[in-house]
Structures are given as C-alpha cells and as structure tokens.
C-alpha cells in the first residue's frame, strides 16, 4: 500500500511540475486604464476572446464584440457588463466566413463609432468546409477575414495615438507552410477535408498570422500604429467545435489535464495590446507574456509580401 501511495504522490508531483513548468503561462501584471479608449475583439462571446474583453471592460474601454452568434454573444454582452460594472460593451455582428459580413461590420463600425484603439483578431476556429466566399474554412476565417477587416479599419487605427492591432496565432504555425500555386485554383491551403486536412490547414492559417503581422509592421512603419501576433498557450477553449465525436473524446483527458483555462490563456493577448513600451517590437512574435523568435518561414519576408498581395487580390482590394 505505501508503495502504491508513493507512486502516486510522485505521479501528482510530476503532473504539478509539467503543468506548472510546461503549461502553465505567465501573467500580464499591467495597471493600464482604458477610459475613453475603443476595442474591438472578434470571437468574443465565448473562450479567451470573452476573458480578453471582460479584461479590457474592467479597464474602462468600450468593448465592442465582434461575433457571428448574437444570442451567444449577447448573453456575452451581458455577462461582461454585470461582471465588469462597464455598460459600454455591445455586439456587432460579424461572420469571417464572409467578407461581405466583413464589409458590413466595418461600415457599421465606421459610422457609429469615433475612435478605435484596439483590434483584436482573436477568433479562430479547426474545421473543415468552405466559407460563403469559396475558401477554405481555416484559411478564409483565420486569416483573409481579419486580414480584410483590418485594412478597412486601418485609417480609423491611424487616428488613435498609439493604437495596435493585435493578432492571435498559434505556436503550430511552425508546422505551416503556403502553397500559393493550390490557394489560387483551390481557393485553399489543402487538398482534402478530413480532420487532419483540417488541422493542417489550421497549422497553415497560423502561418498566415504570422507572416500578416510581420508585414503589416512593415506598411505601418512611421504611423501611430503597431502590430503584434501571439501564441496564447494550449487553451482549453471551443476552437475544436467541429471536430467529430472521436476526435473531441480523445483530446477531452488532456485537454482536462495540461490545457489552460481561457483566463490564463488571454494573458498574452492582454500584454500586446497593453503592455507599455512593445513599440519597437511591432510585427514580432510573443507568447507567455515574453518576445519568441518564429518558424523559419514565419521570418521570410518575401513570403510574407506576397501573401499580402494575393489576401490583396482575393479580398478583391486590388
């Protein structure tokens, strides 16, 4: 018996290291105040995106969630408002997997509101399909969908004093990679629609992330505006909520064991965008609250050109 007890003390003791060594991340520890200032988050009725607005809402900022559910986010609405004290958090409609829903949210946005200060490109979702627009389901939300919402929203983001623009990626954009060649005659970055072409079509759109804020850096070099992209930790959130019901069995023990909870999980979101002195860090790379280098092709500036030409061509902006 007492062999069995010390097998288990040093499983539990080895669990506690690994989770809290390995898993668990750091902490923004900033007293920023946002009083008078404007941010958007998309995919915030739910997840890291609703602990990031419930953050920014105790700040004082005006919140606006950007989601595609209104009953979810709604009730996201008015959670956020009862726990934060804040009346000023709304919903916006907004569906990624449409870049007229794109177009419609901006315009919207432009007209009702005076300022912008924060964009936050949260939303992200593993799954396979294909949105209004033709595209591949990861490429076409991940990716195009906040790339085009933020072009629109940039000259608003100029007349902020030092605004940012926010980008959630993932730490599997080390397993991405582009083919320009497939994106262009099959409007994706895959071949299939299994679940693991959905993963890696997830690793890919990642990439995307990457490689559009270091670009994004770039253009806005000289302006009020900076950018910056993330890996959030592994999160227990919903972004699998269209895996089968096999998949979702075989990911809930680990997920339940080493994931983050979404408040830890929003902690480096929460450090780009309020974090005082990143300036010279725009377009670069973070994650536990902490500066990290990028995937080999994460850093290759050609590539990065040209997928903001063809986002460009697809969005229909050239």
Known sequence: MSVLLSVLVGVLAAYVLIYYCLFKGARYKGNATLN??????????????????????????RVILACRN?????AAVYDIRKESGNSEVLYMHLDLASLQSVRDFAETFLKTEPRLDLLINNAGLIASGRTEDGFGMAFGVNHLGHFLLTLLLLDRLKQSENSRVVNVSALLHRLGSLDFNLLNTQKDLVTGQSYWHA???????KLCNVLFTRELANRLEGTSVTCYCLHPGVISTEIGRYMGPLQKLLCLPMSKL???????????????????????????YFSSCALQEVGALGRDDALARKLWD????LCGLS
Request: with cysteine; glycine share 12%; proline share 3%.
């Open 36 to 61: 008078g200032k404007t941010a958007i988050v998309t995919g915030s009725n739910t997840g890291i995106g609703k602990t990031t607005a419930l953050d920014l809402a105790r700040r004082g900022a």
């Open 70 to 74: 209104q009953e979810r986010a709604e």
């Open 199 to 205: 993963i890696k079509a997830y690793c890919h759109s």
């Open 258 to 284: 080493f994931f983050l909870d979404p408040e830890a999980g929003a902690q480096t979101t929460l450090y780009c965008a309020l974090q005082e002195g990143l300036e010279p860090l725009s377009g670069r």
């Open 310 to 313: 063809v986002s460009e061509r």
